[in-house]
C-alpha cells in the first residue's frame, strides 16, 4: 500500500477513475486502496455520486446576447476605472493641503520680492 495521498492526488485519482482515464497499473493500485481504506471508498462514492448528478442536470443556454452584454460591461468598467485614474494622477493631495502651501508660497515669493 501506498504512503497517505495529498488532496491533489486523491482529485486526480477521483477524476480518473470516474473519467475511465486511468492508466492499468494506476487503476489497480486505485482499486486496492479503495478496497483497503473504507474513508477513502465512501469519498469516492460521494464524489461518483455528485459527478453523475452534475452530468444529468439539465443544461441551460447562454441568452443569445451574452457575449455583447460581457463585452459592454468590461469596456464601461474600464472607461470608468480609466477615468477615476486620471482624476486621481491629476489630484492626488486632497484640497485643503495644496491651497494652504500655495498660499504659503505666494506669502514667501512676495516678501522676498518686496524686501530691499
Known amino acids: 500500500m501506498r504512503r497517505d495521498l495529498s488532496k491533489n492526488e486523491v482529485e486526480r485519482l477521483f ?14 493500485e486505485f ?3 479503495l ?3 473504507p474513508e477513502l ?4 462514492a460521494k464524489y461518483q455520486r455528485a459527478i ?9 443556454k447562454a441568452p443569445d446576447a451574452l457575449a455583447s452584454m460581457i463585452l459592454r460591461r468590461t469596456r ?11 482624476q486621481n494622477a491629476y489630484f492626488p493631495f486632497p484640497a485643503e ?14 516678501m522676498l520680492l518686496s524686501s530691499p
Request: glycine share 4%; hydrophobic share 55%; aromatic share 6%.
Open 15 to 28: 477524476v480518473g477513475a470516474v473519467d475511465g482515464a486511468l492508466a492499468e497499473p494506476e487503476a489497480k
Open 31 to 33: 482499486d486496492a486502496e
Open 35 to 37: 478496497a483497503a481504506n
Open 41 to 44: 471508498k465512501a469519498k469516492f
Open 52 to 60: 453523475s448528478l452534475l452530468k444529468e442536470a439539465p443544461k441551460e
Open 76 to 86: 464601461r468598467r474600464r472607461f470608468q476605472l480609466r477615468t477615476r485614474d486620471l
Open 97 to 110: 493641503v495644496v491651497v494652504p502651501m500655495i498660499i504659503a508660497v505666494l506669502v514667501a515669493m512676495f
